[in-house]
Structures are given as structure tokens and as C-alpha cells.
């Protein structure tokens, strides 16, 4: 994927990073919610805390995808793709969460699947995505 305009790579690397950051908490939520479900109730705190990460993680996502487009010169492409699946992500990780505190977990368990499916969506377009060929 390439933009007509050229951004900054640092902006590149940033959506990268954050988006791993994104996808490897919400790992780690996976991880944890098979403790306290099987055998180690002590894994509540972390997974209820872990939460707080991955909302953390992916409004960084976004802010990096948005620094991104807005350098790419937010036109149509691929940062605004990128920026618009991160945006997503970060959108259904508000009522993935509270449905795992306040609702039915035979929902909050196949979103948490929808939002690492669109979270890996994004990482995909992070790195898929080449910087534009800097000129001197």
C-alpha cells in the first residue's frame, strides 16, 4: 500500500508500534481470562486491569494513524483506511469491556474475537503499508 503524499516515517513506525502494543495486550487479555476461567481466580485483577491497557494502547493507535493520514496529506488510501479500522478498534473495545463487567459474557467473549480480528486488520495495514520514497 502507498499514499500519493509522503509521510513522515516516524508517524509510520508509531502506528507500527502501537499497533503490535494493541494487538500483544490483547493477548495478554486472552491469557488472562483463561486463568480466572479455569484455575487461577486471581487472574480477574489481571485481566480487569489488562483492560485498561488495551484501551490505552488503542487510542495511542489511533492518534498514531490519525498523525499518519494527516502527514500522508488525508486524502483517500491507506492511512485513512488504517486510521478508520483503528478508530473502529478502539470504538468496540468500549462495549466489548463493559460487557464483560456489566453484561452477558456469551457476548463479551465472541466480541473480544470481532476486536482482535479488527485489531489484527489494522497491524496488517500498519505494516503492509510502504513509506513513499523521500526526496531530496
Known amino acids: 500500500m502507498d499514499t500519493?503524499?509522503?509521510?513522515?516515517p516516524t508517524a509510520l513506525?508509531?502506528?507500527r508500534v502501537a499497533a503490535l502494543a494493541h494487538l500483544a495486550l490483547l493477548l495478554w487479555e486472552g491469557a488472562t481470562a483463561g486463568q480466572f476461567m479455569t484455575t487461577n481466580p486471581g487472574g480477574l485483577p489481571l485481566h480487569y486491569f489488562g483492560a485498561?491497557?488495551?484501551h490505552a494502547a488503542a487510542g495511542a493507535q489511533v492518534l498514531a494513524a490519525a498523525w499518519l493520514?494527516?502527514?500522508?496529506?488525508r486524502g483517500p488510501g491507506a492511512a485513512r483506511?488504517?486510521?478508520?479500522?483503528?478508530?473502529?478498534?478502539?470504538?468496540l473495545g468500549?462495549?466489548?469491556?463493559?460487557?464483560g463487567s456489566y453484561g452477558p459474557i456469551?457476548?463479551?467473549?465472541?466480541v473480544a474475537l470481532l476486536l482482535t480480528g479488527v485489531?489484527?486488520?489494522?497491524a496488517v495495514l500498519a505494516w503492509r503499508r510502504t513509506p513513499a520514497p523521500q526526496t531530496s
Open 4 to 8: 500519493k503524499a509522503s509521510a513522515p
Open 52 to 54: 485498561f491497557g488495551v
Open 81 to 91: 483506511t488504517l486510521l478508520l479500522v483503528s478508530a473502529a478498534a478502539f470504538a
Open 94 to 99: 468500549f462495549p466489548q469491556a463493559a460487557m
Open 119 to 122: 485489531a489484527a486488520w489494522a
Open 106 to 110: 456469551q457476548a463479551h467473549v465472541p
Open 13 to 15: 513506525w508509531t502506528v
Open 69 to 73: 493520514w494527516w502527514g500522508a496529506g
